[in-house]
């Protein structure tokens, strides 16, 4: 993809385009504030650029049947979703539908040459399958702060040996193509946004719960990043005063009590003292304990399992009551590995939040689990890459 919009008009008509797929000139002009002329010169040039094709007559308004335009139906974007343990790498459509995904475990510890190299392998092995020649963007998110002009992750605490890697560049040019690179937690709420539970919802917030604990906030249909991209690291706000030591250096950390990594410490410790048969069982079967060994046994009416969940959902409740209080949201969006924890864990943070927060604020406040699952963040990344292209040059 050479081309890039002109002008901030062709630009929204391209978002419109991605965002409710084909549609015709007449309903296209109910949507942007342009005269007939100006649209039919602005779409008009979008043909000439390649970026949107026709596609058919569109259904009689009465009248003059108006035509249908379509993003070119070749346009190809890869999603990248890198989290503590595993990668998720995709190809979607310019519409961000997606066509092939594949997931890999993988330790994110390993470093970033080592995981570029998964994550380039999984994406050959997605274009090997015909379903695209080529990439004309991509997108990547990675799980820790990062700088985001320039693509850079900066100190990231669960990420030996990224700090200030550059991972747009290095991408790019392995690619082919241009690359934007955002924390995963935001683009995970990109995705819900763009085809997940936040579809209509303009001010919201995305809490990821994994091996870490992030949050993406969306102000008026974007994400905010705060003035140097760090906006959202919720899983650092302290939970327990001069509670356990965090991986950031602090003690007490919402992380460093409740995360994935945090729940399968605690289940681990809770099996050795005996006090539960089930996880006791799980240890010996598997020789260690995971989130999911937690899910599994709680499923099962463990009630240690349970009370570790209950106590998990009631610390991350508390932050939330402070972000909502603060922040005053139309949603918040629960998603991330720990949400197979399921409904024991939502009704603890709801809970939590609707007795701390203010009832002008939690009145008409839904807490719900997100949609898309895996989906969200390649999604998300896809969105990413589609907002700059689709903006002007």
């Known amino acids: 993809m050479t081309a890039r919009p002109a002008n901030a008009h062709q630009a929204r008509l391209l978002k419109l385009l991605r965002d ?17 002329s100006k649209l039919a010169v602005e779409v008009d040039r979008l043909l000439e650029t390649g970026l949107v094709v026709a596609d058919g007559l569109a259904a009689s308004r009465g009248g003059r049947r108006s035509h249908n335009i379509r993003l070119a139906p070749n346009l190809r974007f890869l999603g990248v979703d890198i ?41 050959a092995k997605l274009k090997a399958t015909g379903l695209a020649e080529g990439f004309d ?60 539970v936040a579809r209509s919802v303009g001010d919201f917030l995305c809490i990821k719960i994994g091996t870490g604990i992030g949050c993406g906030i969306v102000v008026g249909g974007e994400v905010y990043r705060g003035t140097t991209g760090s906006a959202g690291d919720i899983g650092h706000i302290q939970a327990v005063p001069d509670g356990r030591p965090c991986a950031c250096g602090n003690r007490g950390c919402l992380e460093a009590h409740f995360s994935g990594a945090a729940l399968a410490r605690d289940a681990l410790e809770a099996a050795r003292q005996g006090l539960s048969a089930e996880l006791a069982s799980r240890l010996e079967t598997n020789g260690g304990l995971t989130a ?37 949201p139309g949603l918040v969006v ?58 002007p040059a």
Do not use: K
Not at 90 to 116: C, K, S, W, Y
């Open 292 to 328: 999911v060994d937690v899910a599994a046994a709680a499923a099962a009416g463990d009630a240690t399992s349970l009370d570790l969940i209950r106590e998990g959902g009631t610390r991350t409740g508390q932050v939330i009551a402070g972000l909502v209080s603060f922040f005053n």
């Open 20 to 36: 409710g797929g084909p549609n015709s000139r007449a309903q296209l002009g109910d949507q942007v504030d342009l005269s007939r």
């Open 334 to 391: 629960i998603g991330g590995g720990v949400t197979g924890l399921g409904h024991t864990l939502l009704a603890a943070i709801r809970t939590q939040v609707y007795r701390q927060s203010l009832p002008l604020a939690t009145g008409n406040l839904p807490i719900v689990l997100g949609e898309l699952g895996q989906n969200a963040g390649v999604i998300g990344a896809a969105r990413l890459i589609s907002d700059h292209l689709f903006s």
């Open 83 to 123: 989290g503590a343990t595993s990668v998720d790498v995709a190809i979607t459509n310019a519409e961000l539908e997606v066509l092939g995904h594949l997931n890999q475990p993988m330790d994110v510890r390993e470093g970033p040459v080592a995981v570029f190299e998964q994550v380039l392998s999984l994406a």
């Open 137 to 196: 963007g991509a997108g990547i998110g990675v799980p820790g702060p990062v700088r985001f002009p320039e693509g850079v992750p900066v100190a990231p605490p669960i990420m030996p040996g990224w700090d200030g890697f550059p991972v747009r560049e290095a991408l790019s040019q392995e690619l082919g193509c241009p690359v934007m690179v955002d924390n995963d937690v935001n683009l995970m709420a990109m995705g819900e946004q763009h085809a997940g």
